[in-house]
């Protein structure tokens, strides 16, 4: 069964950009490609952080998390090469809608003094990238069982060629943008 969001992309997203932007080829419609979850953790932190939020982010994502491990040694930072520096997750397909409608319906809402994204995170590319300062938003969560707060950093690819499609799409996908003033 195909995820809800997927569905409206396909059955209401899709004509709209293509009667919005006059695309000729259904291939020109911007669409998600990959939503990447990055968990970066201090190296200064006890030995089973990593592995902490590692668990965290298997909860919140469904998927089993990459450990980032450093490139180099750099002793102001006291960073050892080859030591552990956070994880991180590739959604792609079902499991990538499925996260964010999770995201847009049920983990954005709870933050506090929720206004709306910022829409000026785009990188110029059609990408947007956005950072959650704690990982309790999220309902998977058991606040009994953290250790510490963790942020993310939640970055969502498209196929849009510029940042004026990539913010129709997700718009249209359900991304509460705040409101310029």
Same mark, same amino acid.
């Given at each position: 069964?195909?995820?809800?969001?997927?569905?409206?992309?396909?059955?209401?997203?899709?004509?709209?950009?293509?009667?919005?932007?006059?695309?000729?080829?259904?291939?020109?419609?911007?669409?998600?490609?990959?939503?990447?979850?990055?968990?970066?953790?201090?190296?200064?932190?006890?030995?089973?952080?990593?592995?902490?939020?590692?668990?965290?982010?298997?909860?919140?994502? @469904?998927?089993?998390?990459?450990?980032?491990?450093?490139?180099?040694?750099?002793?102001?930072?006291?960073?050892?090469?080859?030591?552990?520096?956070?994880?991180?997750?590739?959604?792609?397909?079902?499991?990538?809608?499925?996260?964010?409608?999770?995201?847009?319906?049920?983990?954005?809402?709870?933050?506090?003094?929720?206004?709306?994204?910022?829409?000026?995170?785009?990188?110029?590319? @059609?990408?947007?990238?956005?950072?959650?300062?704690?990982? /309790?938003?999220?309902?998977?969560?058991?606040?009994?069982?953290?250790?510490?707060?963790?942020?993310?950093?939640?970055?969502?690819? /498209?196929?849009?060629?510029?940042?004026?499609?990539?913010?129709?799409?997700?718009?249209?996908?359900?991304?509460?943008?705040?409101? @310029?003033?």
């Amino acid at each position: 069964m195909k995820p809800r969001l997927y569905e409206k992309y396909i059955n209401e997203v899709r004509p709209a950009l293509t009667e919005k932007r006059k695309y000729k080829n259904v291939h020109q419609v911007p669409r998600m490609e990959k939503i990447v979850v990055n968990m970066g953790v201090s190296a200064s932190l006890e030995k089973g952080a990593v592995e902490d939020a590692a668990k965290d982010m298997a909860m919140i994502t @469904g998927r089993k998390p990459v450990i980032s491990r450093s490139r180099k040694s750099i002793a102001n930072f006291k960073l050892r090469e080859n030591q552990p520096i956070g994880c991180r997750v590739t959604l792609r397909r079902e499991a990538m809608y499925e996260f964010f409608d999770r995201l847009v319906a049920a983990a954005l809402p709870r933050i506090r003094d929720f206004r709306g994204i910022s829409p000026r995170s785009f990188d110029g590319r @059609g990408n947007y990238s956005l950072g959650v300062s704690d990982q /309790t938003i999220f309902p998977e969560i058991e606040l009994e069982k953290i250790k510490r707060q963790q942020g993310m950093d939640i970055t969502i690819v /498209t196929s849009a060629p510029t940042d004026g499609e990539a913010m129709d799409l997700l718009k249209m996908m359900g991304m509460p943008f705040a409101e @310029g003033k």
